[in-house]
C-alpha cells in the first residue's frame, strides 16, 4: 500500500522568511496530493491540492510543487505570519478509489515573531 | 464545501464499554470515512463507510472493534466497542466534496 513521508518533524522560522516541507510517496498510481493545516484542537482544513496532472498549483502565500518521477511533493509558505503557526499534514490518494488518504507523519510549524 | 457535524464532541468512557460516534453531513454523500488521529499523531484511516453495503476496513482494523453503520446518504455512525486506554484518540468523519476530503471536527475519546 501507499506510504507517504514528511520532512522536517518540526520547523522554526522567523516570521517573514518563507517555510518549505517535503513529502515522498511510494504508490506510483496515487494521482492527487492534498495538504491540510490543524491548529490544536481543531479540525484539519484543506489549504491547498494538487492533482498528478499539474506541477505546480499557487494560491497567495501558498504553493504546492509535485515531482511525479521522484514521487514527491512541497508545500511553500512565503512571508510566514505567526497565525501560520501549526501541524501540516501531507496526504496522498488515488481518486478513482475516492478519497482514502495517507497521510505523512505531520510537520510542526513554529512562526517567531 | 460540505457542513459535517459529529457528536459527541468529547466523552470519557470507561474501560469495557462502547461508545458511538454519529457524523451527519449537510448534503448527499456517496462515500464517507471514518478516521482516527493517536494523541500527537497523524490520521489513519479505519474504514469506508458506503450506503446500501459493509464497510470497508484498512488493515488493523476489523468490523467487531470498530462496527459503522450507514443507513443513509448524509449519515453514518461508528462504534468503538469494548473499550480500552489505548482506544483514547480523536476520531474523525470526513467526505469527499468538489474533489477535496473535509473533516467533521472530531470526537475527543478518553477511556480510563
Known amino acids: 500500500g501507499e506510504n507517504v513521508e514528511q520532512h522536517p518533524s518540526t520547523l522554526s522560522v522567523q516570521e517573514g522568511d518563507s517555510a518549505v516541507i517535503k513529502c515522498t510517496y511510494s504508490?506510483?498510481?496515487?494521482?492527487?496530493f492534498p495538504w491540510y493545516k490543524q491548529e490544536l484542537g481543531k479540525r484539519p482544513q484543506l489549504i491547498i491540492d494538487?492533482?498528478?496532472?499539474?506541477g505546480e498549483k499557487k494560491d497567495q502565500r501558498i504553493a504546492v510543487t509535485l515531482n511525479k518521477t521522484a514521487k514527491h511533493f512541497s508545500l511553500h509558505i512565503t512571508e510566514t505570519q505567526p497565525e501560520d503557526s501549526a501541524v501540516y499534514f501531507c496526504?496522498?490518494?488515488?481518486?478513482?478509489?475516492?478519497?482514502?488518504?495517507?497521510f505523512g507523519a505531520g510537520t510542526i510549524l513554529r512562526v517567531k515573531s | 464545501s460540505a457542513v459535517i457535524s459529529q457528536k459527541p464532541s468529547r466523552d470519557i468512557c470507561q474501560r469495557g464499554t462502547s461508545l458511538t460516534i454519529q457524523c451527519q453531513v449537510d448534503?448527499?454523500?456517496?462515500?464517507m470515512f471514518w478516521y482516527r488521529q493517536q494523541p500527537g499523531q497523524s490520521l489513519t484511516l479505519i474504514a469506508t463507510?458506503?450506503?446500501?453495503?459493509?464497510?470497508?476496513?484498512e488493515s488493523g482494523f476489523v468490523i467487531d472493534k470498530f462496527p459503522i453503520s450507514r443507513p443513509n446518504l448524509t449519515f453514518s455512525t461508528l462504534t468503538v466497542s469494548n473499550m480500552s486506554p489505548e482506544d483514547s484518540s480523536i476520531y474523525l468523519c470526513?467526505?469527499?466534496?468538489?474533489?477535496?476530503?473535509?473533516f467533521g471536527q472530531g470526537t475527543r475519546l478518553t477511556v480510563v
Open positions: 494538487i492533482r498528478s496532472n499539474v
Open positions: 448534503s448527499q454523500v456517496t462515500m
Open positions: 496526504a496522498a490518494s488515488i481518486k478513482e478509489y475516492g478519497n482514502k488518504l495517507v
Open positions: 470526513s467526505v469527499e466534496d468538489g474533489g477535496a476530503a473535509f
Open positions: 504508490d506510483s498510481a496515487s494521482n492527487y
Open positions: 463507510a458506503n450506503q446500501g453495503s459493509e464497510a470497508t476496513y
